[in-house]
């Protein structure tokens, strides 16, 4: 079947567009530009030309300067045509968490459906591939529940985060630890917002009730981490400390005076030392933003300067135990995480040839040499998806990944008006003589590498379409250093000549963890 192409000469008309396009307008420029295709996809029984479709709108999506009402409807498009596929999964996903991105009014509804697609891949696999669909079911239930917290929502969060704990006991994922922090920090919160509320009304009857005010200000202050609520309530039966330390912590430090930092500072790490576990984290984050306030205010290498750092050593180390999920990060991200390589590029340490930069985000590479490399900072333990979104725009001959592979790595070469190989199997890569990839144009690759014991298999589609596959045993697979990569344990970018230019880089394990350079 012929490939799906997007005109990407429409771009330049579609950019026309007025900023804020109405859904009349969008409707009108969906029909010219894909909508007699769409009705000749939808009208056949083939999913494969409606998963090409899908993924050409979404891109277009993407496009640069694309009005809101018109990045709308391609996404509610491409969700469309790939949600009833289970192969079109990942890509119906995508767009909806692209599009709550891009319209916050219409997130809650995008996040809904982003929710029932991890819920049917995590349902529908068994053995290894349960444990990747479980991380990438759980990673949308936290990111709904930040969604949430953010606009205010906290009520509702319990039931996510129970669920998320649920799914990771299931597939076995090393963030159950995090996430019991989670649902036990939710549910402290409540009990305490509870506390406070039953408080407030037994003040409104008894306003000399000097106990119920004592327990509301260490309620406000200590649970519920609110120094602004807290200062709201002390009155002259209050302790001394806190009616001198609670105005000034609830102005917060940005606006605070020098001479005023060190003391509430000292006051909040104080409260650490005596504090009950679950407010023990708050309170010395608290402690460490007013140390730094202060060192960074203080430049004088006096006393002060020396008690406020000292303090800020003993805070940090209390902390550094505390953090499991800061640990976590740290250790590396395991299976179901996307993770943008993109975002952590840095050309000038991660080139070993060529001309390479970033533009608004996409990294270019235009030389006239050989030999063209940069390997991506993200050490890859494990099997993985590698999700590509590049355009050549001159040149010849290959762009090519270099792709670690247990012990050894593989390179995936695209030709450009030649053949698209593995290199190097011997004997039996397969190779595709004439690759069908032309300049100027998106494409959308979708890499998998998996190693079964002593079993590799290898797997690329291009637009959702099959493209390149090989499954043998990993013996046979031999790196050559014709790139002159050395650390195989990375991704690696390679270009004989011309300008490419990568849109998208997106890493997420299939097991093992991946780790992004800090």
């Known amino acids: 079947?012929?490939?799906?192409?997007?005109?990407?000469?429409?771009?330049?008309?579609?950019?026309?567009?007025?900023?804020?396009?109405?859904?009349?307008?969008?409707?009108?420029?969906?029909?010219?530009?894909?909508?007699?295709?769409?009705?000749?996809?939808?009208?056949?029984?083939?999913?494969?030309?409606?998963?090409?479709l899908a993924t050409q709108m979404l891109v277009a999506a993407k496009a640069k300067d694309m009005p809101p009402a018109l990045v709308d409807l391609l996404c509610e498009k491409v969700y469309g045509l790939s949600f009833p596929i289970r192969p079109g999964y990942d890509t119906a996903a995508e767009a909806m968490e692209f599009m709550a991105a891009q319209s916050p009014d219409k997130a809650a509804a995008c996040w809904d459906k982003v929710l029932a697609i991890r819920q049917k891949q995590f349902d529908a696999v068994r053995g290894p591939e349960r444990a990747a669909a479980g991380e990438m079911l759980v990673e949308t239930l936290l990111a709904v529940a930040d969604a949430m917290a953010k606009t205010g929502k906290t009520a509702d969060l319990g039931p996510l985060y129970q669920k998320a704990l649920t799914t990771a006991t299931a597939a076995k994922s090393d963030r159950r630890g995090e996430i019991k922090l989670r649902l036990d920090a939710w549910t402290g919160r409540q009990k305490a917002m509870k506390t406070a509320a039953d408080l407030k009304t037994k003040l409104q009857a008894d306003p000399k009730d000097a106990i119920s005010r004592k327990i509301l200000v260490r309620t406000y202050l200590m649970d519920l981490d609110d120094p602004a609520q807290a200062a709201a309530v002390v009155d002259e039966s209050t302790d001394q400390a806190a009616r001198q330390m609670l105005p000034l912590a609830a102005k917060g430090e940005k606006d605070a005076a020098q001479s005023d930092c060190l003391n509430v500072a000292q006051w909040y790490h104080g409260l650490a030392e005596t504090a009950p576990p679950a407010c023990k984290v708050a309170m010395l984050t608290r402690a460490k933003a007013w140390y730094d306030r202060f060192l960074a205010l203080h430049q004088a290498d006096d006393p002060d300067r020396k008690r406020a750092a000292a303090g800020l050593k003993k805070v940090e180390a209390l902390l550094a135990p505390l953090a499991p999920a800061a640990a976590t990060a740290g250790g590396g991200v395991g299976p179901g995480r996307w993770i943008d390589l993109l975002a952590g590029v840095d050309p000038a340490a991660d080139a070993m040839s060529g001309k390479w930069y970033v533009n608004d985000g996409w990294l270019i590479v235009k030389s006239r040499e050989s030999y063209s490399v940069l390997t991506l900072p993200c050490v890859v333990q494990g099997n993985y998806e590698l999700q590509a979104t590049l355009m050549r725009v001159s040149g010849k001959d290959y762009v090519a990944f270099v792709l670690p592979l247990g012990p050894t790595a593989v390179s995936l070469a695209l030709g450009f008006n030649r053949e698209s190989t593995f290199w190097k199997i011997e004997p039996g890569a397969p190779v595709l003589m004439n690759g069908g990839l032309g300049y100027r144009e998106d494409y959308v690759f979708n890499i998998r590498v998996v190693l079964s014991g002593k079993q590799a298999e290898l797997t690329v589609t291009l637009n959702?379409?099959?493209?390149?596959?090989?499954?043998?045993?990993?013996?046979?697979?031999?790196?050559?250093?014709?790139?002159g990569v050395k650390d195989i344990t990375r991704i690696s970018l390679c270009i004989y000549t011309g300008e490419v230019q990568f849109k998208s880089l997106r890493l997420r394990m299939l097991s093992g963890k991946a780790t992004p350079r800090q």
């Not at 008309?13 to 894909?34: Q, R």
């Not at 046979?476 to 250093?481: A, N, Q």
């Open 1 to 52: 079947m012929n490939r799906t192409r997007f005109p990407w000469a429409a771009v330049a008309v579609l950019a026309l567009l007025p900023a804020v396009a109405v859904a009349g307008e969008a409707e009108d420029m969906f029909n010219t530009d894909f909508g007699e295709r769409y009705k000749q996809v939808t009208a056949t029984p083939d999913v494969a030309d409606d998963l090409a």
């Open 464 to 483: 959702n379409e099959p493209y390149l596959q090989w499954k043998g045993p990993v013996a046979i697979v031999t790196y050559p250093d014709q790139w």
